[in-house]
């Protein structure tokens, strides 16, 4: 009887490891941050694990962090430019929120035309 081997990979026939360059990761990375997707409907879409995903937000959000502490932008403002600053940030955060909110109805729209 002849036992069937299992298919390895070999060095010839495998694939390269291919990196991803920064700035198509600073876009995955922007595409979790902004709540569009999460980290595995963009894995999903891009081929990557969540887990790695995950590891680039906390080695971004990490960096941020210690940019920050280290440039103390926030201690050279005045108050006038920490308000606009805080301001500014807010519009962004709730644009984004209206983005999403957008994003959200037109998928109930899509499926129920699909329907």
């Known amino acids: 009887m002849v ?3 299992k298919d390895k990979t070999k060095i010839a026939t ?3 490891c291919g ?3 920064d700035d198509v990761k600073e876009k995955i990375v922007c595409e979790v941050n902004s709540g569009i997707l999460s980290k595995r ?3 999903r879409k891009y081929g990557l694990p969540p887990s790695t995903i995950g590891n680039w ?3 971004r959000n990490l960096a941020i962090l ?3 502490k280290t440039s103390n932008i926030l201690s050279a403002m005045d108050e006038n430019q920490e308000t ?3 301001n500014n940030q807010t519009r962004q955060k709730q644009y984004a929120d209206v983005v999403k909110v957008i994003y959200y109805q037109v998928i109930v729209q899509l ?3 699909k329907c």
Do not use: C, F, N
């Open 14 to 16: 495998r694939k390269p």
């Open 111 to 113: 499926d129920q035309i």
């Open 66 to 68: 210690v940019h920050s």
């Open 19 to 21: 990196r991803l360059g």
């Open 41 to 43: 409907a963009v894995g």
């Open 57 to 59: 937000l906390e080695k």
């Open 84 to 86: 606009k600053l805080l």
């Open 3 to 5: 036992t069937k081997s």
